[in-house]
Structures are given as C-alpha cells and as structure tokens.
C-alpha cells in the first residue's frame, strides 16, 4: 500500500493506493481535482459534504498542498450536518429513507389544496402550487443553519405558518398587488425618482434599514457558505413590510407622499424577490 505520513499535520496517515493497487476515494478526489483546475481554472473548489467527513478533506487537502499545488488553497470543503427522520437515523440499507421526490410532490399537493380552499386568484394554479410547495421545502432547509442535525418532520416541512417561504412569497405577492393598484404612472415615477421627506414613519425607517443592509448579508452568507443568513435576513424584510403596511395608508391621494411609498414597496418587491431567487426559489405576483 501506498500511504503518506500525515503525523506532523495532527492527522493519520492517508492511505493512497492500496496493497493490490487499487484507489480509494481519496486518490480519485486527488485526480479530479486536478482535473478540474484544468479544466475550469477555478477560483474555487467547494465541496458540499456532511461533516463526518472532515477528516477525509482535511487529509486530500494537505495531500494536494504537500503535492506543491498552490490551488490547494482555493479547495473547500463545506460541511453540513445529518438529517435523521423521527424514529432514527436515516438508513438505505435498512430502508429508512425519505425521497425529495415524494418531498416535493406532498408539498406540492398540500399547497394545491390550500390554494383551492383560500379561493387565491391566480392565473396557473399548477405554477403556483409548484412555487409555493417546492419554495417551502426549499425555504425550511435553508432556514437551519447548515452545522446542525436536525429532524426531518412532514409537519414541520409543510407548515405554511410563521416565518416560512410561503410567508415570505405571500408577502412578496402583497407588495406586487400594491404595485399594480398604484398604477404604471406612478410605478414609473417612483422608478425615476421621489422626495425622501415623505418617508417619516418609525416602520418605513426601519424597513429601509433592512433592504440598506441586504447586500452586506449576501456578502456574509457567501464567505461563510451559510445561505441561512440570507433567509432570516429576507423574513426580516418580509416582517418590516408587513409592520410598514399595517402602520401606513401606501396609496394615498398626494401624489408626491403616494411616490414615495410605492418606491419603498418597489424596493421591497425587488429585494425579496432577489433574495428568493438567491435561495433557488420562485417569487409569485398573485398568491
């Protein structure tokens, strides 16, 4: 077998090829990756893998820097932690398994029921149950942050309650409602420009504060590799609109304080429809 000595670095040794000269995950994650700067050139190599395999990376990684690589430094791994069901850990082996498949489609059919139920007035209602239904789980995943275990539970999933995607998309459908009652005019205006001294409100200031602060959170959810920060950051904005909404009349008769207001609800479409979209989910106009 064919090791190299990793004792100086803390670690055991990292078994390379082995006696009968066959490869390990190790050596194939060594040659892929040099495949891939070849191939790419990339800026950086990120690997999203659960966390018992730190040890794993740590090694090919030293491996690769012991090489004399100095792209063994833009290699990242990025660790998460186990999702176990209700009565134990997730097992293929003892058929213990959920499907993001059959995830997905219940999420889907219980949206589709709640959509017919509430009576929503939506054009496509397979489109919006798809959005809502898959942005759900989408949204529940990426809300813990990625470190921790926890258990995957159907009701927690599907909970369209509380700070969820749903809640937030539903918020996002609201600020586009807002928008088309204003009218193209005054969406239009609003785009070209408006006179701050109507955004006097203790909500209104605190919701600016919120979409000032939104690029710098993207930027720390990137260089932490934590897309939790950005979904807490856009319930955040999703509660201030909804506090702006209830303590302020948006659509008012002075034209000058209407312009202003909608620009504010503008800014809020965009902002949660962007980070939305960071999130791999869909923003609906009409929910």
């Known amino acids: 077998a064919q090791v190299v000595d990793l004792s100086e670095y803390g670690m055991p040794p990292a078994l390379v090829t082995?006696?009968?000269?066959?490869?390990?995950?190790?050596?194939?994650?060594?040659?892929?990756?040099?495949?891939?700067?070849?191939?790419?050139?990339?800026?950086?190599?990120i690997y999203v893998v659960a966390s018992q395999q730190n040890l794993h990376f740590q090694q090919w990684f030293k491996v690769v820097e012991l090489l004399g690589y100095e792209w063994a430094k833009d290699c990242v791994h990025v660790p998460f932690g186990m999702v176990s069901l209700?009565?134990?850990?997730?097992?293929?082996?003892?058929?213990?398994?959920?499907?993001l498949e059959d995830v997905l489609n219940k999420a889907v059919d219980q949206t589709r029921e709640i959509v017919k139920e509430k009576g929503v007035n939506t054009e496509n209602l397979e489109e919006t149950a798809k959005a809502v239904g898959i942005g759900a789980v989408i949204f529940q995943e990426l809300s813990n942050n990625r470190i921790k275990d926890y258990v995957f539970s159907w009701d927690r999933v599907l909970n369209f309650e509380g700070e969820t995607g749903p809640y937030v998309q539903y918020t996002h459908a609201r600020a586009c409602s807002i928008l088309r009652r204003a009218g193209e005019d005054t969406v239009k205006a609003a785009k070209k420009g408006f006179d701050t001294s109507w955004i006097t409100g203790e909500s209104a200031h605190h919701l600016i504060k919120l979409l000032y602060a939104l690029p710098e959170v993207i930027k720390e959810a990137g260089e932490k590799y934590e897309p939790s920060i950005v979904t807490r950051h856009i319930v955040d904005i999703a509660q201030g609109f909804n506090k702006f909404y209830h303590d302020e009349h948006i659509l008012v008769e002075d034209e000058k304080e209407k312009t202003a207001k909608v620009a504010l609800v503008l800014a809020v479409q965009t902002a949660i429809k962007n980070g939305l979209g960071l999130l791999g989910m869909k923003a609906p106009e009409k929910m």
């Open 86 to 99: 209700e009565d134990g850990t997730m097992s293929t082996r003892h058929g213990r398994v959920v499907f």
């Open 18 to 45: 082995k006696s009968d000269g066959s490869s390990l995950y190790l050596t194939r994650d060594i040659a892929a990756a040099g495949y891939r700067k070849e191939t790419y050139n990339f800026v950086k190599n």
